[in-house]
Each structure stands twice: as C-alpha cells, then as structure tokens.
C-alpha cells in the first residue's frame, strides 16, 4: 500500500466532496478543492513529470514552494509517477538547502512560479540547469551540478551497494542453511515516498529517505486513533520539511476529510490564527508542537482553543516534550472535552513512535498533579526498545530509546539498502517504571552542573509550571551558563521567580540568570529556536547602572537580601554578615558574583572568594576598588580577619560574627617561590621569576604571563628538562633533552608509558604540574579523583610524594598560590542537615592541612 492509493481509495468514494481548502486570510473567500479535482490536477502533473524526466535509479523530485491550494495534488502527481517528493522551504538558508540538495544528487525540481527569481538569486551560482520547462503554476529545472561532488556521492553509493550485494553473497555461500538478510532496497520502484533532512541543531543535517512502507502505518493507525470521519476538518499545521506534515496531509485525504491550508505568515499571528482555525473553519483535529501551541498564549487557549465551545475534538502535541500535567490543565476551560494525545518520534523512523491518550479523570481532576506524562503505546508496525549504557534491554531503570520494526526503517544519508528490522538510536533518555516509559531529556540536553548531572528540560517544565509564567525556555549559554527565558503574565520581580524555582529545584538546577521576552522565537518546525534565544542574551550588553558608591552599597544590599531570601526584612544587613552564615551557598553565591557583575557593568577578579569568605562590607570594598578605584575605601581588605572552618558553626548558634585570627596567617610576601606550572596541559604559567633574577638564579626574561598555548613548541621558556626532543631510538620516545632546548625532527616519535598511578576511582580533573626554578628535579604532579584522594607524584619517577584522603569526590583540577608555597583544590562536601553540596578548599603546605570555607 502507497500514500497515493490511500487517497485514490477516498477519492473514488467521496470524489465531490470538499478535499481542500486554501484560506489567505486577506478578506477574501476562501478556494476550495474537491477530492475529484485534486487527483484530476495530480495525474496531468504525472504525466508532464513521466513526458520530460529521464530519472536514473532513485527517483527524486524536489519541490520549492510555499502552501497553497495545489500542495495535495503536487505532492501526489510525483508520488504517482512513482517518485519521491523532496520539500525545500523558499525560506530556509539555501546553504542548508544547497546542503540536501547536493547531498541527495537531485536533478530535477518543480519550483512554483511566484518563487521563481527567489529561486535562481539563492542558487544561480550554484546550479547549471537546462531550458525549465513550464506546467500551469510550476515550472520543472533540470539541475547539473558545477562540481564533481554530487556525482562523487552517487558512486560511493554505488560501491556501497557493491559491497553490501558482496557480503550477502558471501554469507549465501558459507552456509547454504543461512537465509541471506532481508533488506529494503532504495532504489526498488514505488519504494520511496519522500526525502527529509533532520534539523541539524545537534550535528551535521542527515539525509533521510522514507519509504511507504514506513509512512503507511502511521497514516492507518491515526485514522482510528482519532476516529476520522469525513465531517473532520484537520490543519496543515507542519511545513512539508517537517515529517508530521505528512501524517497531516494523508490523515485527511485518506478520510474523505477536509484538510485547511493558511498561508506561513498568518500562522505567526496567534489571535489571527486562533479566529481563522476554530471561528471560521472549525477544526477539529490539530497536530502541533508544544510550541506552537503555547504561542497562543494561556489565555487564548483556555478561552478558544481548549474551552467548553471549541472545534477541536483531538489536539496531538509532539516533537518536543510535553507539558506538565498541571500546566495542561490550567489551559483548559471549564467543560472542555477535547482529547489529548502525547505523540513521540524522530524523523529517522519517520514519523511517529509512540501514543498516548491523556485519561480525563486526570484532565478533569481538581487535586494538583505532579506526575510525568508517559511516552504511551508503540504505533502500528513499531517496536520499541530502551536500552542501558552497555546496550542491553532493560524493563526498568533509565536508559535510551530505540525505534524500528520490520518495516520502520528509514534510509538515511549514502544508505542503499537497509535491513528489514533496524533499530535506529533515538538520542532521547527515558525512564521505565511499571512498564511505562517517562521522558527525562535528550542526551545532549543532559549536561554536568556543580558536579552533578541535569536535564535543562526539567528546569524548563518546572518553571512553565509557575502561575506568573505564560512560556519559557532554558538554554545551556556557551556549556556555561543556565539561563531561562521567560514571558510573563504580568509585571513581577526576578527574585520572586527565583524564591519560587527553589521550592521544586534542587541548587544546582536553579538557573544563573532571568531573561523576560516578550515572545519566544520559533523555527519553521515549530520547535524552540535555541541559537535565536543565545543571540538575545548575546545582545544584553551589561552597562553599570550606578551613580556613586552609596547607591552600589544600597543595591549591594538589596541584591544580598534577595538572594538570601530576606527581601522582606527592613533592617539594614550588618556589615559583618557573611554570605554563609547567612543562609548562602556555592549556588547562590555564583548568582550574587552574576547579579554584581551584571550591576557594575564589567568583571571583578577575585570577587567569588570574597563572597565565600568576607563580609557584605569587604565584599563593598572589593567592588569598590574595580568600580571607583579613586574611591576611600570604608575597610581595608588588607586587614580582613580570617576565619577557621569551624567558626561558621559558632556564629550560627550565637548570632554574632566571631572576629578570631587565623590559626595560621597565608601571607607569605617573605617567602616567595619561584616556578612553572602547567595546566590542563596548554596553559603554562610562570610566576616570581623576578625574585629570582634579584639572586641571580635565573633568567629575567621569564615572565609572569600566562601563555595560552596551541603548540607546545611555541613555548621557550621552560626551565625543567623539556619531554619533547630527538629519538635517536626509533622504538621508543623521543629523548629527553638535557639542556630544556628542542632537537632535530625525530626520524619516528611514539608514546609510551613513564609509569603508573592508581587513583582509586575516575578522574574528573585535569593534572597541575609543578616544577620549582630552583630544584627542577623535585617537580611534581597534583592529581585527585572520585575517590576523596589528592595525591602528590614525582614528575619523572611517579613515586607518591604524600596522600590525603578528603571528605569527599575531587571534581576541580587543584591550582598554586602566588607565592609558590600552597597547593589548593576544590571538593564537594555534602552537609546533611541542609542537603547542599558547598565546595570546600584544601590549602596544602608541605605536610600540614588548613580548611577553609
């Protein structure tokens, strides 16, 4: 069964009834098309497509047009030649459809005639094409490619084909009781049905080919799904470059339903679109993104497209995660009847997966629901399987989907044959529990934040779950902050949105900044554009916004208060208040550092160590010197009180700031050290090389610069005999040169290992590396691990210096104090009674250990 034969079976049953409808939405009356029209106008294409093609092997037609009152009747006259339909948006980048176009070898395309100076100013540099050749509104290009490169990709497919018939055959002789593997072959007539690309927002764009068999499926199970008769009018809401498109068009045609066509602008136009779908044509049957949907805002939806009145009998969100159960239910209106469905799937096992029915009693009920929305059922024809890190099937606990079926498959990117029952990866992780699979995130929205791991999807439901937020969007900005975009209801406050998202998120999941929009932006798939949001914050350019020092102690004061959760105290913060003690921690001290950073309008060096270890007034004076450095200081940082670990616990059961010194002062100006270091392994840096030269102990054109290095050749100034030089040995590493100078190119260079250390568990951090100036043999390597172990080894003979277990995992590389005499590392302490992780430091002096907070 072919998606053409579904709609000629509807066509032959209801031929005078009405199959399209085009609506402008500019006053005028709307065009409709009936079911005999649509395949009349289908077959004539046929036959222009049969009379001036010539196709060789894989049968491919593009089409370059916007939606239209022709789409159903183009798309079906190339499906009937039989050839596949390749969909290129006029308004996608043409670099990314210069992409799909070469990458499919295309040849011919059918281009709609008011596209047609759009359609050579993108690509008339790129394509040499024949005289086009003219049909009614389409005009049909014969494309020759200027390179080699398109035709390079056509053999490589060919050898592949080549090698795959040779391994079948070679499997058929070495066992005549063997049945060769039942494939699906690309090029076989009627196989495919159309070509999509993937979006691309997670690597290069993949060419998929899908094959009827693959589609079909999809279209059958949906019709009784949804119950479709030929009283239902459905929307294209898809663009045809998006593959529910598909299901969208073929639901309805197959049905002898009406399918309604706007054009792309009005679908920006939420007010417009919601009077054009439910007042005007009344549909019943929406498919969208959860995007796309909340674009109507909570408002509209409650009062037109889920209230007790509405049209709409089925709405089908997917291509994103759904929504929470209680954001859900503050959309729809009292009485409401519309049955929703939750769809999952991937454009590689195109199109949908998975359903599942949203039960009423849920939809219904009064009582607030926390509980997640599973994936549901497999579709007609799929199977679906999660599997564990070691690519096991698992019936419970976490894992990654995997969608096929014997005929679920897909050819994607240079495939010519694919066997029957392939298991595609989904890149989608889930949770499977009683049987029910739950959605937690894709893999590469899963990231590692203060040492733990987190799906930015959660941050994102758990905010849009807020009664002040109309939609929202979080984005991992640079892999270094979380930053959520918002759009409001109404006016409010960014602390009280923070106090909020810290009753329902862990610390480490409490965003680093508040970004209000006034809408979100959207790709022509309906999904959230996430490069169009990371422009956005590019584009707020931080400017100070103080007068004077009063007003960055009074704001400096507010912002102290706000994060802390004392907003509504009147009192004046006293200046002896520690961030700590005052209900702080790691998480929120890194949101005070973003919030003073953002106020003053430039970076303060060494601000966050302030923050963890001074007082609001020494934190004043910090700022003070960066900001109005011609400014009288109201304290001196220089006589700063340092204080003991245990000194936290004291002023917390007393109330009071304890002004003790320190068991052992860190100031050694008196006691400098000269040396090298060398971090994650192209950072070098060079430090007191001055005090060094006053002795007449080394050279005064080292300097204290840090060198970021891409070649460690470049590097000249390294004291310490260098690891690099001539092998005279072709067996093994090149030989270490005496005098720290590079020798001639080694005639062959290998690695091998100097020796071995074991850290008990994994290593999270990279090494430092320190080498002394004056005693280059006494260099050392600091190293700490997951299992509480800092560890010091010798450079070159990897003997342990000394060991210390600590309290708990080592997650951060350790680093040298100016002076040459400290070695510190950071680690992740686990305080019960609060259920926070605080980082803690270790300062490292010969032998003896310090802590401080």
């Known amino acids: 069964m072919t998606l053409q034969e579904l709609v000629h079976q509807a066509a032959s049953i209801y031929s005078d009834k009405i ?106 540099t790129l394509l040499n094409y024949d005289t086009p050749k003219e049909y009614n509104d389409l005009v049909l290009f014969r494309l020759h490619w200027k390179n080699a490169e398109a035709s390079l990709m056509l053999n490589d497919r060919k050898q592949n084909y080549e090698k795959e018939k040779m391994a079948n055959s070679t499997n058929s002789e070495n066992s005549n009781a063997e049945k060769t593997e039942e494939r699906m072959d690309v090029r076989q007539k009627n196989c495919l049905a159309y070509v999509l690309h993937t979006s691309g927002t997670t690597g290069i764009p993949k060419i998929v080919r899908v094959p009827h068999a693959c589609i079909v499926p999809n279209i059958q199970h949906f019709r009784v799904l949804f119950e479709i008769t030929q009283e239902d009018v ?88 759904f929504p929470s159960l209680t954001v859900l239910k503050s959309w729809r209106g009292v009485d409401n009847k519309t049955q929703i469905f939750n769809v999952y799937g991937i454009t590689e096992v195109s199109s949908w997966a998975t359903f599942h029915r949203i039960p009423e009693k849920f939809l219904n009920s009064t009582l607030k629901c926390e509980l997640p929305v599973p994936l549901g059922f497999p579709l007609l024809g799929t199977v679906v399987e999660v599997r564990d890190t070691d690519g096991f099937t698992i019936q419970e606990g976490h894992g990654q989907v995997f969608l096929g079926g014997r005929n679920r498959v897909c050819f994607l990117d240079d495939e010519m044959t694919v066997p029957l029952g392939t298991m595609r990866a989904t890149g989608d992780l889930v949770m499977v529990k009683d049987g029910e699979m739950f959605f937690l995130g894709r893999k590469d929205s899963q990231i590692k934040r203060h040492g733990k791991r987190l799906n930015i999807e959660l941050v994102q439901q758990v905010a849009e779950g807020l009664q002040q937020v109309e939609s929202c969007a979080v ?38 900044e508040l970004v209000l929009i006034d809408s979100l932006p959207f790709t022509s798939h309906g999904k959230i554009d ?45 200046d002896e208040s520690l961030f700590l003690n005052s209900g702080g921690d790691s998480l929120k001290s890194i949101r005070l550092l973003n919030e003073i950073e953002k106020l003053v309008g430039t970076s ?72 090298t270091t060398v971090s994650r392994g192209s950072q070098i840096l060079s430090l007191n090389s001055k005090f060094l030269t006053k002795l007449g102990l080394c050279s005064s054109a080292q300097s204290s610069d840090l060198i970021s290095q ?62 002394p100036a004056v005693d280059e043999s006494s260099a050392t390597v600091y190293i700490g691990s997951h299992s509480h172990r800092m560890m010091a080894l010798d450079l070159y003979s990897g003997k342990v210096k000394w060991e210390q277990i600590l309290e708990d995992r080592i997650e951060s590389s350790a680093c040298i104090s100016k002076c040459g005499n400290f070695i510190v590392v950071g680690l992740a302490v686990l305080y019960q009674r609060t259920n926070l992780f605080i980082p803690m430091y270790l300062s490292i002096r010969a032998r003896n250990i310090f802590w401080f907070p």
């Open 710 to 771: 891409t070649n460690i050749q470049n590097v000249k100034s390294l004291n310490p005999p260098a690891l690099i030089g001539k092998s005279k040995d072709p067996s093994c590493t090149a030989k270490v040169s005496e005098e720290g100078t590079y020798g001639t190119a080694a005639k062959k260079m290998e690695l091998h290992v100097r020796w071995r250390s074991d850290t008990g568990k994994c290593v999270d951090a990279s090494p430092l590396v320190v080498i």
């Open 604 to 675: 303060v060096p060494g601000l966050l160590e302030i923050i963890l270890s001074s007082s609001i007034l020494e934190i004043y004076n910090h700022v003070l010197q960066t900001v109005f450095p011609d400014e009288d200081l109201v304290f001196s940082k220089n006589y700063a009180t340092k204080r003991k670990f245990s000194d936290i616990y004291q002023e917390e059961t007393s109330g009071k700031s304890l002004h003790q010194k320190s068991v052992m002062t860190l100031n050694y100006d008196n006691e400098l050290t000269a040396f």
């Open 530 to 574: 996430v490069s169009e949001l990371n422009k956005i914050y590019l584009n707020l350019k931080p400017e100070c916004k103080l007068n004077g020092k009063e007003e960055l102690w009074e704001k400096l004061q507010y912002l102290w208060k706000s994060i802390l959760n004392l907003s509504e105290d009147p009192l004046k913060v006293s």
């Open 234 to 321: 459905l929307f294209l809401a898809s663009p045809l470059t998006f593959d529910p498109s598909v299901v969208e068009i073929f639901v309805a045609l197959s049905s002898g339903a009406c399918l309604l066509i706007v054009p792309t602008s009005v679908k920006m136009l939420p007010s417009k679109l919601a009077a054009v779908l439910f007042s005007h044509h009344r549909v019943t049957i929406l498919q969208a993104t959860p995007t796309l949907l909340r674009r109507f805002g909570s408002q509209l939806i409650k009062s037109t497209v889920l209230s007790a009145s509405t049209s709409l009998r089925v709405l089908a969100l997917g291509g994103e995660a």
């Open 475 to 512: 984005t991992w900005y640079n892999q270094e902050k979380l930053i959520l975009f918002m759009v409001s209801k109404n006016d409010l406050v960014k602390e009280y949105i923070f106090k909020e998202l810290q009753k329902h998120l862990p610390s480490h999941a409490i965003p680093d």
């Open 19 to 124: 199959a399209v409808c085009f609506d402008e939405c500019n006053n005028q009356p709307p065009v409709y098309y009936t079911y005999k029209t649509v395949v009349n106008a289908a077959s004539e294409l046929s036959n222009f497509l049969l009379l001036h093609c010539d196709f060789q092997e894989i049968q491919e037609v593009g089409l370059y047009c916007h939606p239209g009152i022709n789409l159903p009747s183009w798309i079906l006259g190339i499906l009937q030649v039989p050839a596949a339909y390749a969909p290129i948006d006029p308004d996608s980048p043409p670099a990314l459809s210069t992409h799909f176009m070469k990458k499919c070898n295309l040849s011919y395309i059918l281009v709609e005639k008011q596209q047609i100076n759009k359609f050579k100013s993108s690509y008339e």
